[in-house]
């Protein structure tokens, strides 16, 4: 899909360093159009901006390359979310930390009965990704 293709070269990748760390992050390019900064403004909800969103919204625009249309995205879409889900605790607990607003995803997976704090966290990033998706969803409709 022309669109979406067109909505990744909107993004650079670049290497900065933060903390004495060498990192990658995902940012706009020079030609990002204002709908993409609107987008990804919106996934970003009332937390500030994040590298790790930008970092999710880039990546779910890639895998939506895989498919030849909207619906397939949409028959994919938890497949895709939950390819994106990070299976190591450490990383669970880096996400969970790098923002007070990911508290309320953790909240809402032990109110939807988690059995244990590994799924809860996974669970609370797996609806974050989620919502990310769907305001990239919503772009390229």
Known sequence: ??????????????????????????????????????S????????????????????ILDAMTQYNDIESIEDNRCDIIDGMVDIYTSELTEWLNSSNYNVYYLSNAIEDGASDSF???????????????????NLIK
């Not at 993004?11 to 990002?32: H, L, M, P, S, Y």
């Not at 799924?119 to 969803?137: N, R, T, W």
Request: charged letters at 35%; zero cysteines; hydrophobic letters at 40%.
């Open 1 to 38: 899909m022309n669109k979406i293709e067109n909505y990744l070269k909107m993004f650079e990748i670049k290497e900065v360093e933060r903390n004495g760390e060498k990192k990658t992050i995902v940012v706009f390019a020079d030609n990002a159009s204002e709908d993409l900064k609107n």
């Open 119 to 137: 799924q809860a966290l996974a669970q609370a990033q797996y609806k974050a990704i989620d919502e990310i998706f769907d305001e990239v969803l």
């Open 40 to 59: 990804v403004r919106k996934a970003h909800g009332e937390q500030m901006p994040t590298d790790w969103i930008f970092d999710k919204y880039h990546s």
